[in-house]
């Protein structure tokens, strides 16, 4: 049992620590570029449907894209992200915000992929 539980220690660690972090940069990149770098031509569109959903324009049975964003938002988010960037900001320093920064424009092209996919 104790073999067991070793190995199954050893690959969690292997898989937890190494695969995943690469596979989500290697996908997130592989993402970018396949949709043409969406999350950058279409930064702006963004913030325009989101000013207009924030407007309060209310149709009915309609769910307005800004209800659409706050849902999404309150998903993916919770405690340990918030926590996790505290955490990464006093164990790393400033610089931990920038590699932050370039994580998230990477993952938000997978994060569009796996919203489209989910619709």
Do not use: H
Not at 31 to 52: I, P, S
Not at 66 to 88: L, P
């Amino acid at each position: 049992m104790e073999l067991l539980n070793n190995l199954v220690g050893i690959t969690n660690e292997f898989l937890w620590s190494k695969v995943l972090i690469i596979m989500l940069i290697v996908l997130g990149i592989y993402f970018t570029f396949r949709t043409n770098f969406v999350q950058f031509r279409f930064f702006g569109e963004m913030f325009r449907l989101l000013g207009d959903g924030a407007k309060g324009e209310k149709k009915e049975g309609a769910v307005s894209s800004f209800q659409a964003f706050c849902i999404s938002t309150a998903s993916r988010v919770g405690t340990g992200n918030i926590a996790g960037i505290a955490m990464a900001v006093v164990a790393g320093g400033p610089g931990s915000v920038f590699w932050m920064w370039l994580i998230a424009l990477i993952g938000s092209a997978s994060s569009f992929v796996e919203s489209t996919l989910a619709q």
